[in-house]
């Protein structure tokens, strides 16, 4: 770290930028890069952060309202990159990586989304879902119907690699009876069910497709 100081300030405003960038791509994709990928990527989103901030200053009248020394001059060129290269970031996973797929995919260049996992797959779909069901190993079933929770949570599900938080709407026995469950609490309270991995044996997900997703079959 302290040779990453001792480094001039461009160079330390790009690196900053990038990594900006590069963990607002990457954040919840569990990603492992080689050391040269990172690197890359980093200066890549820095450098272009940069030179546009390089761009907008240079079509900014020279003259400030206001005087301003060399070190605030260097915190406003930091500030202003690191909030493009954030930009840049969200544009680049929320378009970027989607358009790039379908343009290689359209060439036969390759088939996959080149996500992490199919699990990653599932989660990045522009779906809206409807219906969550855990199978767990004890035979049980619990249920998140996102239509019948009320009030309506912000997040009604939350998933991750150890294991998914869902607010149970219904509990299905072995036997195919059920129970259903009003997620409000005494005191307006919502209770969510933690499910850990190891206690799940399969997930199936409703939602509902784009249309631009679904191939109409013709009769």
């Not at 797929?101 to 996992?117: F, L, Q, T």
């Amino acid at each position: 770290m302290e040779t990453l100081l001792k480094i001039p300030y461009e160079l330390q405003i790009v690196l900053v930028a990038g990594y900006l960038a590069y963990k607002i791509i990457t954040i919840g994709k569990a990603r492992n890069h080689r050391t040269e990928d990172f690197l890359l990527q980093v200066l890549s989103f820095g450098v272009a952060a940069r030179s546009t901030t390089a761009a907008a200053l240079w079509l900014i009248p020279k003259q400030m309202p206001i005087a301003v020394d060399e070190a605030m001059s260097i915190a406003m060129v930091a500030l202003l990159t690191c909030g493009i290269a954030a930009i840049f970031g969200m544009a680049w996973r929320a378009f970027g990586e989607r358009a790039v797929r379908r343009i290689m995919n359209a060439a036969g260049v390759y088939r996959d989304d080149h996500e992490s996992s199919v699990w990653q797959s599932i989660m990045n779909q522009p779906a809206k879902w409807t219906v969550v069901q855990i199978f767990l190993e004890d035979g049980l079933v619990l249920e998140a119907n996102f239509g019948q929770m009320k009030p309506f949570p912000k997040v009604p599900v939350i998933m991750n690699d150890d294991g998914v938080a869902i607010y149970v709407t219904r509990r299905y026995a072995a036997d195919n009876t059920f129970d259903n469950f009003d997620i409000t609490g005494n005191d307006d309270d919502v209770t969510l069910t933690y499910i850990p991995r190891s206690s799940i044996k399969r997930v199936d997900i409703s939602w509902q497709l784009p249309s631009r997703h679904i191939t109409k079959m013709e009769t």
